[in-house]
Protein backbone atom coordinates (compact mmCIF):
# COMPACT_ATOMS: atom_id res chain seq x y z
CA UNK A 1 0.00 0.00 0.00
CA UNK A 2 3.16 2.37 0.82
CA UNK A 3 4.17 1.67 -2.68
CA UNK A 4 1.20 2.55 -4.35
CA UNK A 5 0.96 6.08 -2.22
CA UNK A 6 4.43 7.21 -3.21
CA UNK A 7 3.98 6.20 -6.98
CA UNK A 8 0.52 8.20 -6.64
CA UNK A 9 1.94 11.18 -5.16
CA UNK A 10 5.28 10.77 -7.55
CA UNK A 11 3.05 11.19 -10.33
CA UNK A 12 1.11 14.05 -8.74
CA UNK A 13 4.68 16.17 -7.92
CA UNK A 14 5.87 14.97 -11.38
CA UNK A 15 2.87 16.77 -13.64
CA UNK A 16 2.59 19.65 -11.19
CA UNK A 17 6.26 20.39 -11.88
CA UNK A 18 5.59 19.86 -15.37
CA UNK A 19 3.18 22.31 -15.64
CA UNK A 20 5.05 25.08 -13.51
CA UNK A 21 8.42 24.25 -15.98
CA UNK A 22 6.38 24.35 -19.16
CA UNK A 23 7.20 26.04 -22.31
CA UNK A 24 3.85 28.36 -22.21
CA UNK A 25 5.79 31.15 -23.65
CA UNK A 26 6.27 28.49 -26.66
CA UNK A 27 2.85 27.56 -26.48
CA UNK A 28 1.76 32.10 -26.87
CA UNK A 29 3.68 32.47 -30.15
CA UNK A 30 2.21 28.99 -31.81
CA UNK A 31 -0.90 30.59 -30.98
CA UNK A 32 -0.25 34.13 -32.71
CA UNK A 33 1.41 31.68 -35.50
CA UNK A 34 -1.99 30.37 -35.81
CA UNK A 35 -3.94 33.71 -35.56
CA UNK A 36 -1.89 35.52 -38.03
CA UNK A 37 -3.18 32.43 -40.62
CA UNK A 38 -6.27 34.37 -40.23
CA UNK A 39 -5.16 37.57 -40.58
CA UNK A 40 -4.55 38.81 -36.60
CA UNK A 41 -1.40 39.94 -35.44
CA UNK A 42 -0.51 40.16 -32.04
CA UNK A 43 2.90 42.77 -32.00
CA UNK A 44 4.77 45.37 -29.67
CA UNK A 45 3.85 42.56 -26.52
CA UNK A 46 5.97 41.98 -23.55
CA UNK A 47 5.67 38.23 -22.45
CA UNK A 48 5.97 37.44 -19.21
CA UNK A 49 5.79 33.17 -18.17
CA UNK A 50 4.99 33.12 -14.73
CA UNK A 51 4.67 30.17 -12.28
CA UNK A 52 1.24 29.50 -12.88
CA UNK A 53 0.73 31.43 -16.24
CA UNK A 54 1.48 33.77 -18.99
CA UNK A 55 0.97 37.89 -18.61
CA UNK A 56 1.40 40.03 -21.99
CA UNK A 57 1.30 43.65 -21.45
CA UNK A 58 1.13 46.12 -23.76
CA UNK A 59 -0.01 44.54 -27.10
CA UNK A 60 -1.15 46.25 -30.00
CA UNK A 61 -3.88 43.99 -32.02
CA UNK A 62 -4.30 44.29 -35.75
CA UNK A 63 -6.70 42.48 -38.32
CA UNK A 64 -5.51 42.53 -42.11
CA UNK A 65 -2.74 45.06 -40.78
CA UNK A 66 -5.26 47.71 -39.40
CA UNK A 67 -4.79 48.34 -35.85
CA UNK A 68 -7.89 47.88 -34.31
CA UNK A 69 -7.00 47.73 -30.67
CA UNK A 70 -4.31 48.03 -27.66
CA UNK A 71 -4.40 45.65 -24.44
CA UNK A 72 -2.64 47.22 -21.66
CA UNK A 73 -2.84 43.38 -19.34
CA UNK A 74 -3.65 39.93 -20.43
CA UNK A 75 -3.36 37.15 -17.74
CA UNK A 76 -3.83 33.83 -18.64
CA UNK A 77 -3.59 31.55 -15.15
CA UNK A 78 -4.61 27.67 -15.77
CA UNK A 79 -5.09 25.35 -12.65
CA UNK A 80 -5.80 22.16 -14.02
CA UNK A 81 -9.49 22.06 -12.98
CA UNK A 82 -9.79 26.14 -13.01
CA UNK A 83 -8.55 28.60 -15.93
CA UNK A 84 -8.56 32.11 -15.77
CA UNK A 85 -8.07 35.10 -18.34
CA UNK A 86 -8.19 38.51 -17.23
CA UNK A 87 -8.07 41.81 -19.78
CA UNK A 88 -7.39 44.77 -17.97
CA UNK A 89 -7.66 48.40 -20.17
CA UNK A 90 -9.01 47.22 -24.18
CA UNK A 91 -9.32 50.07 -25.85
CA UNK A 92 -10.57 50.30 -29.45
CA UNK A 93 -9.09 52.29 -32.06
CA UNK A 94 -10.86 55.43 -33.41
CA UNK A 95 -11.82 53.96 -36.65
CA UNK A 96 -13.42 50.54 -34.79
CA UNK A 97 -15.46 53.16 -32.37
CA UNK A 98 -18.65 52.91 -34.10
CA UNK A 99 -18.36 49.30 -34.49
CA UNK A 100 -17.26 48.80 -31.10
CA UNK A 101 -17.15 50.07 -27.52
CA UNK A 102 -14.93 52.63 -26.35
CA UNK A 103 -13.16 50.74 -24.03
CA UNK A 104 -13.37 47.43 -21.94
CA UNK A 105 -11.77 48.21 -18.11
CA UNK A 106 -12.21 44.55 -17.36
CA UNK A 107 -12.85 41.56 -18.46
CA UNK A 108 -12.69 38.12 -16.91
CA UNK A 109 -13.17 34.54 -18.92
CA UNK A 110 -13.45 31.09 -16.80
CA UNK A 111 -13.54 27.74 -17.33
CA UNK A 112 -13.92 25.18 -14.49
CA UNK A 113 -14.13 21.42 -14.55
CA UNK A 114 -17.28 21.84 -12.04
CA UNK A 115 -19.30 23.23 -14.90
CA UNK A 116 -17.32 22.13 -18.02
CA UNK A 117 -20.26 22.66 -20.70
CA UNK A 118 -19.77 26.26 -19.97
CA UNK A 119 -17.82 29.21 -20.11
CA UNK A 120 -18.38 32.41 -17.57
CA UNK A 121 -17.66 35.67 -18.84
CA UNK A 122 -17.84 39.21 -16.77
CA UNK A 123 -17.08 42.50 -17.86
CA UNK A 124 -17.16 46.33 -17.47
CA UNK A 125 -16.82 49.35 -19.85
CA UNK A 126 -17.90 52.10 -20.94
CA UNK A 127 -21.17 50.20 -22.31
CA UNK A 128 -21.80 49.07 -18.18
CA UNK A 129 -21.96 45.70 -16.62
CA UNK A 130 -21.43 42.67 -18.97
CA UNK A 131 -22.25 39.12 -17.87
CA UNK A 132 -21.98 36.31 -20.69
CA UNK A 133 -21.75 32.35 -20.82
CA UNK A 134 -20.19 29.88 -23.41
CA UNK A 135 -22.26 26.79 -23.71
CA UNK A 136 -20.17 24.78 -25.55
CA UNK A 137 -22.48 22.06 -26.42
CA UNK A 138 -25.17 24.01 -28.11
CA UNK A 139 -22.20 26.51 -29.47
CA UNK A 140 -23.32 29.20 -28.23
CA UNK A 141 -22.48 32.68 -26.74
CA UNK A 142 -24.55 34.92 -24.79
CA UNK A 143 -23.68 38.42 -23.68
CA UNK A 144 -26.33 40.37 -21.51
CA UNK A 145 -25.63 43.92 -20.75
CA UNK A 146 -28.22 44.59 -17.91
CA UNK A 147 -27.82 48.21 -17.34
CA UNK A 148 -26.25 49.99 -20.30
CA UNK A 149 -25.03 53.09 -20.37
CA UNK A 150 -22.92 54.29 -23.64
CA UNK A 151 -24.26 51.26 -26.20
CA UNK A 152 -25.01 53.64 -29.30
CA UNK A 153 -21.79 52.36 -31.18
CA UNK A 154 -23.17 48.72 -30.49
CA UNK A 155 -26.62 49.01 -30.19
CA UNK A 156 -27.43 47.81 -33.45
CA UNK A 157 -26.01 44.43 -32.24
CA UNK A 158 -27.82 44.07 -29.76
CA UNK A 159 -31.38 43.27 -28.78
CA UNK A 160 -33.81 44.38 -25.71
CA UNK A 161 -34.53 41.91 -23.25
CA UNK A 162 -38.36 41.83 -22.57
CA UNK A 163 -38.42 40.54 -19.17
CA UNK A 164 -35.29 42.47 -17.42
CA UNK A 165 -35.33 45.69 -19.35
CA UNK A 166 -31.39 44.93 -20.05
CA UNK A 167 -29.62 44.40 -23.59
CA UNK A 168 -28.14 40.87 -24.98
CA UNK A 169 -25.92 39.64 -27.76
CA UNK A 170 -26.31 36.44 -28.92
CA UNK A 171 -24.94 34.07 -31.80
CA UNK A 172 -24.04 30.53 -32.31
CA UNK A 173 -20.64 29.54 -33.65
Given at each position: MQMVKRII??????IILLWIFAPKEELYYLLEKKLKQEN???????????????KI???DIYLKGAKIAHIESLNIS?????????????????????VAP???????????IVDPLHIKIDGEGSFGQLEGRVTL??????LMIPQPKDIQSIKKFLKKDKTTGGWFYETNY
Amino acid sequence: MQMVKRIIGALLLFIILLWIFAPKEELYYLLEKKLKQENIVIAHEHVKDTWIGLKIEDADIYLKGAKIAHIESLNISSFFLYNKISILNLEFNKAMQNVAPKTIDKTTILYSIVDPLHIKIDGEGSFGQLEGRVTLKERNIKLMIPQPKDIQSIKKFLKKDKTTGGWFYETNY
